[in-house]
Structure formats: C-alpha cells, structure tokens
C-alpha cells in the first residue's frame, strides 16, 4: 500500500501564499465587512449617528472586493519568503524575531495597494460618499485643479499612520501565532514520536489566529483611531495634530473608540483570515 503524501498541487511555495493569501484576504475582508462599518463610524469625529449609524453597512465593499486579494497576497508572499530567507541563513527554524521582521516587510508591502483601498472604503463607510465608486471618482476628479501628485496624496493619505499601526500589530500577532502553533506540534511530537509530517490544520489555525488577532487589536486601537480620523480629514493634517485636539476634546478615552467592535472582528477576522490560509496552503501543498 502507497502510503508517500499526494504530490503538491502547486509546486512553488511562494505561489502557494500568493494564492491562499488572496483568498483568505477576500474572504474575510467580504465576510465581516459590516463590523468593519461599525468600527469606522464609532471612530469618526462626527460620531457614530452622522457617519451613518447602523444603515447602509455595506457601504464601501466595492473598494474591499478589489484591494482585498491583492494587499494579502502581497503580505503573505513577501513574509513567507523573508521568513525562509531568514531560517535559511541560520540553518534552523524561524524564531520571533524572523517572524517580527517578516511580518512588517510584509504589512509595508501590503500597505502599498491596503492604504488607497482603505482611503476610498473608509470615506464611504463614514457616509462622505454613497459608494466606493462616487469616493474615487472624487479623489480623481481633483487632479484638474490640484495636479497629478495631489491625487496620489489623496490617495495615500494616512501611509505613515497606517504603516504605524499595521507593523507593531502584525510584530505581535504573527510571533504569537507561529509559537502557539509551534506549541501545538511539539506537544503532539511529545505525544507520538514516531509519527511524521505533522502540520498544523485549518481549525487550530484559525483558533491561534483569534487569539492572537484579539490581543494585537486591542493593543493598537489608539493607532487605528487616529489612522480613522486622518483618513477621514476633509483637510490633510498631520499625525500630531489630529493627536493632539483627539485629547484636547476628546480626552483619553476617545483613542479606545470602536475598541469592542474591533477586537471582536480582528478576533473572528483573525479565525477567518488566517485559518482560511492555512487551509488553502495546506491544500495547494498537497497535505
């Protein structure tokens, strides 16, 4: 009896996160789309009723369909590659650290097609604009008066901040989801020596992905709020000012806004997301 493992479906590894890091980036951007809705109108300095309450919290997903497969098959292609790169040179399993600088390679690179998409999505979820389309039409529409490099400013407006909240959330999300998942096949290596080719599955991926999910959300929620409020400027202002009339006005707490529904969609997100990936990597590995 055969018993060798069915052959990859996809041969090269780094094809293989381009595609289940597409996929997973759609499905769970689609799929908790309205929570994300929920969280960008309680971020809003005109508050949560103004920005559109609970109607029309679909609001912007036109602009979450097309920069979904694209910015997390970036992320995942650049972090498994640096990872590797990394594990490679020291001749061992990648640690925290290769998985910290891999990850934030990886958000930077995703943040070149997650921050125009955001920009559109966010101005609609607020109820600026009654979709993504009328949104970018906008942010286009202004190149005959203002230039050609005022409309790339549009936008990427809110890189900086973004790139602020997106690495220190994925330095700790990414480490605490490889060593839970490490854990996990140690442990059973323990359980059964004898036993070959352990691989973590989509469920207890998914598990260590909402776990870890949650406690990076709620660490960088104040950096979320602020990215919010910039994006969502009528006028450019910089980080510091928007963070200093935020406590002015508002005092502390207001940097905690969304907190709840963020946490839980990042939590379930993170289910989703990452055990959606492993899913499908597991698949198209022929495992």
Not at 57 to 72: D, E, L, R, T, W
Not at 213 to 234: S, Y
Request: net charge positive.
């Amino acid at each position: 009896m055969d018993t060798r493992p069915p052959p990859p479906l996809v041969d090269s590894p780094y094809l293989r996160s381009l595609i289940a890091g597409g996929l997973a980036g759609t499905t769970v951007d689609v799929s908790l789309f309205p929570l994300d809705t929920l969280k960008t109108r309680l971020q809003s300095a005109n508050g949560f009723r103004a920005a559109g309450g609970f109607r029309g919290v679909y609001n912007g997903i036109g602009s979450a369909v097309v920069g979904s497969a694209p910015g997390a098959a970036l992320f995942f292609v650049t972090y498994e590659s640096v990872k590797a790169q990394l594990a490679a040179g020291g001749g061992k399993e990648a640690g925290p650290g290769a998985h910290m600088l891999a990850a934030s390679l990886g958000e930077i690179a995703a943040c070149a097609v997650r921050v125009p998409t955001e920009v559109i999505k966010q101005r609609a979820q607020a109820g600026q604009y009654p979709s993504s389309m009328k949104a970018l039409t906008s942010i286009l529409s202004q190149r005959a008066t203002h230039g050609t490099r005022h409309v790339w400013r549009e936008l990427y407006r809110g890189w900086s901040i973004t790139v602020m909240r997106e690495v220190p959330f994925t330095v700790i999300q990414f480490p605490l989801w490889e060593g839970m998942k490490a854990w996990s096949l140690r442990r059973r290596k323990q359980q059964n020596p004898l036993s070959t080719g352990l691989t973590t599955g989509a469920a207890e991926s998914a598990i260590y992905g909402s776990i870890s999910g949650a406690v990076a959300a709620g660490l960088t929620t104040p950096l979320d709020v602020l990215k919010t409020r910039l994006m969502l400027a009528k006028e450019r202002e910089s980080v510091m000012a928007i963070t200093t009339r935020v406590w002015r006005d508002e005092g502390g707490r207001a940097f905690f806004s969304g907190l709840g529904p963020r946490t839980m969609w990042i939590s379930i997100g993170g289910a989703v997301f990452l055990g959606s990936y492993q899913w499908a990597s597991n698949l198209l590995a022929g495992r």
